[in-house]
């Protein structure tokens, strides 16, 4: 279809005229004005309604998840991941895996490997970091020759008790509360944590 | 803001679309005749949002789809209002579909000069069937996946490459994880895709040649904005209003996981393909081969519609387009509604409806218990369950002697066929419905012979009646014997004591509670026979048993059944193993032993339902303490 199109809304000429309808004039009274406008008014909100409606549920539903508590990776209950004995009498960090129950929407998986955290022991005291960098969640690294925990991705640098030592990342890493039980089991609190923020606020 | 709107009309020459788009004149005014073709964009721009919306919360595998659509239907907030709207306005766009074909007939729209949009009409309506059949399919529920082998076996008796056509269809030659992930492909992309494609050729050549008036001089010209938006819209409104009271107070339906093992026999298509499933069923049909009836007979209707602007053109053509239409919906109404009054007058359809719709419920309660849904997918918690499994077994290895409650364990009839005819099967059996609870304990005691009494049912090869030794035996006297002390006014204290101690053997949970104090008293019944007027025989003469609980045995050597652990798994798993062992009935024993018949697995099943161990969800259990 070619029309040279201008801007008034007036009556457009077809090159196939598909019937020999006499052209109605269109008689411009102030009622008629009134009425047009009431249903331009009308049709434009029904439709709106029409689209809006379904829309807005949808969009209610794609926020499910802002109105759940995780109940996934972390809780406050406290996990045993290893023994005192398993740990190194000079402090030198040792990575270990968090297991547990893991429940990802509808699933249940008992016993699955959620997380990882650095463990040092320091007398009989165990210092614990979670493994996830507080820059943009990658995992850090103990770098033995640097003697630090060092980020591969964006070179974020900590030291051994976990402070920050460059302006890569912002805040220290993060410390999992660890308690010794029994004498020789290592039991933490696993908690992730929000990522590049310099507060501290748990998931 | 006038500046800026001309100028970005300069560049893209915004005004000149709206206004082909919305000031199409309408010779003789809007009516409401014209508000199909426009519900029908409107019901699609509503899958399209709806799936959008699914599609973030979908997961197409075998062990994933059922359950994210449980989860986005049951779990997720608004999910039942979103799927349920995508479900119903499917089948809302089927009927405007056919509301817009005839409304395109009747007015005569497809002839010349329309042929070629006739003809594009005809492929969206394809593509929208294709639509429904995919989507049936992905939720992964017995009734889908039962109702899609039916499609997908009739594209395998294709000509020549049915087969082939069958297994790139199904991504393989049965059905996995690639038939979802491709049906998935196409329901979300390439058919939405084909038909976005068609309808913008579909509208384009609409808007070439105008709107097909029947009567030019009605009124006043009029333009599509406003006032047929107008209509179309109030149209619109009663179509949302329709699909989202059906969304939201009945509900889209989710039948249990597909389970290949477990055949469905209440399997239908949905509503719209029943008179082509009807008709596949005709005798007169089937005698032709599948492909006849499913491929040959639609496909040669599906020609004539092809052929109608082309019959239009001889004299008469279009009342014979007319005619063949109007015969066509009515023979698929006629189709429709006999399939539906079948199924409702037949009793095993009914009755596989009752076990689907239970299998339905009973998963989701599962998948709502706290251990959620196994890695193995939801289709295990029914593999799985006492309950789902217990009745199945209890009516195939069971219930030709035994009854529970009157029927087969799983609700209906015990029936035998002989003569040609069905008529209620003769019981042999004791009723085990309430097997192990206190009213089966008292029976037992005060009523043994009427307890007992299918056993005078039961004959031997020879025809001739065995159950007189239990009917007649030591049991059967002592019922008799010392019913009436049993049942004295003053002895109910000493009867409740003895049935408590009897069914504490069991280990089982009662509502209510077993009474620690009545079982101590019964156990000196059991013992001594001593009521609180008079005595009766005692039980431990006759019967062994170690108390659970205690450290040595109350009595051994006792000739009749040995009662540790009575009514218990473990006693049931050993006395349906082999009944006729020492510790049960011995030598007296009729009943088959089913060591052999049964796995392990379905034995544990049948016992843990018969014991009422399985999973209740709190408002079970409240409802059930209610009743009690």
Known sequence: ?203 | MKRLIDWADHRTGFRGIMHEALFERIPGGARWRYVWGSTLVFTFVLQMMTGVFLWMAYSPSTRTAWESVYYIQNEMQYGNVVRGIHHYAAQAMIVLMAFHLMQVVIDGAYKAPREINFWIGLILMQIILGLSLTGYLLPWDQKGYYATQVATKIVGVFPLIGPQLQTLIQGGTEYGHHTLTRFFAMHAGVLPGTLILFLVLHIAAFRKHGITTPDPNRGPESKFWPDQILKDAVVCLAVLAVVMTLAIWVGAELNAPADPAEPFFSARPEWYFLFLFRFLKFHAVEQFGLAFGAIYVPGILMLILFLMPLIARIKGGHFFNLGFLSVVMAGAGALTVIAMVEDKNDPDFTHHLVMAERDAHRVQVLASGPTKIPIEGAVSLLRNDPLTQGPRTFSKACASCHRYNEHNGLGFPVMDFQDEKLFPAVETAADLGTFGSREWMIAVLTDYQNHFAPLKNLKNENGEPVGERFLNGDMASFSSDNREALLAPENKGSLAALVEFVVAQSGREFTPPIDADLVKAGRAIFETGTLKEGVIADCKSCHSLHARGEETALSEDGYGPNLTGYASAEWLKSFISNPGAEEHYGDNNLMPAYAEKLTEKELDLLVRWMVGDYYRSEEAHAAEAVKE
């Open chain 1, 1 to 203: 279809m070619s029309h040279t199109i201008d801007s008034l809304p007036e009556t457009k000429t077809d090159e196939t005229p598909m019937n020999e309808t006499p052209m109605h004039e269109t008689h411009s009274s102030a009622a008629e004005t009134r009425r047009d406008f009431t249903t331009q008014l009308l049709a434009g909100l029904l439709g709106a309604l029409v689209m809006f409606i379904p829309l807005v549920t949808g969009i209610l539903f794609l926020l499910d998840p802002l109105t759940r508590k995780r109940k996934g990776a972390t809780d406050d209950g406290f996990l045993k991941v290893t023994t005192l004995d398993a740990l190194p009498a000079d402090g030198t960090p040792v990575r270990m895996q968090v297991i547990k129950d893991l429940t990802d929407a509808w699933n249940f998986f008992p016993r699955q490997p959620v997380g990882g955290v650095y463990l040092r022991k320091i007398g009989d005291q165990v210092l614990a970091f979670n493994q996830t960098c507080p820059h943009l969640g990658c995992a850090i690294d103990y770098h033995q020759a640097m003697q630090a925990f060092y980020c591969p991705c964006h070179a974020s640098k900590f030291s051994l008790d976990g402070e920050k030592q460059n302006v890569v990342p912002p805040r220290d890493l993060d410390s999992l509360v660890a308690e010794v039980r029994n004498e020789n089991e290592v039991w933490i609190r696993f908690q992730n944590f929000r990522g590049g923020c310099p507060e501290k606020v748990v998931l």
